[in-house]
């Protein structure tokens, strides 16, 4: 506990520039809008600041899983995925009924080529959330990485049932469809 209470300083710390922000600073903004800041900094692609605000959010509530997640988030388009994975744990321990937690925590897994943990996570986030297609896509894909093409090509065309203009994923169910040799049908998508 300790550990992880230092790790969250240092990371808050590093991320305000070297200045710790005074905690009546941190008082003034709550935790909504400490998240609402960390969102519109991921929207404008600034994931340093997005993880300092998620940050500051989590110092003010540490039960905050939205701020585990924004962190995750940032780390992840950042590239720094085995960081990614360990918010979007914390935030899914917090929060085990969010499926977007398990689909982020999947992409990331695919990033570290842990295939079937990422797999395990998307089955999961689609018990929960069913009709996301994203899941279905990305889990395609890690099929696809693992070679198992006729499960990639089960996800890509339920992903294609919720968007028929889905070009990416009519692109990776027809590179299936080439690795399983039909290539009548790789022409089609």
């Known amino acids: 506990m300790l550990r992880k209470t230092l790790l ?4 808050f710390i590093v991320f305000c520039n070297g200045r710790v922000l005074a905690e009546e600073t941190l008082d003034r903004r709550g935790v909504e809008e400490w998240l609402a800041t960390s969102e ?11 993880i300092s605000c998620a ?11 939205r701020g585990f997640f924004l962190r995750g988030v940032g780390y992840a388009y950042l590239g720094v995925h085995h960081q990614a994975v360990r918010e979007f744990t914390e935030a899914i321990q917090l929060s085990p009924g969010n499926g977007q937690y398990y689909a982020w925590r999947a992409a990331s897994l695919i990033e570290r ?24 896509q990305k889990r395609g894909y890690a ?9 990639a090509i089960k996800d890509f065309s339920r992903a ?4 028929v203009r889905d070009y990416w994923s009519y692109y990776q ?15 089609v998508d």
């Open 143 to 151: 099929y696809t990485l693992m070679e198992k093409h006729a499960e």
């Open 160 to 163: 294609l049932s919720f968007n």
């Open 8 to 11: 969250t300083l240092l990371l």
């Open 113 to 136: 080529r842990i295939y079937d943990e990422a797999i395990a996570d998307f089955d999961k986030a689609i018990s929960i959330s069913p009709d996301y297609p994203a899941i279905y």
């Open 55 to 65: 940050t500051n959010a989590i110092v003010l509530n540490p039960q905050a899983d």
């Open 40 to 50: 519109r900094q991921i929207y404008l692609k600034k994931y340093a600041d997005a």
């Open 173 to 187: 169910r027809a590179g299936s469809h080439y690795a399983l040799g039909l290539k009548q049908e790789a022409l």
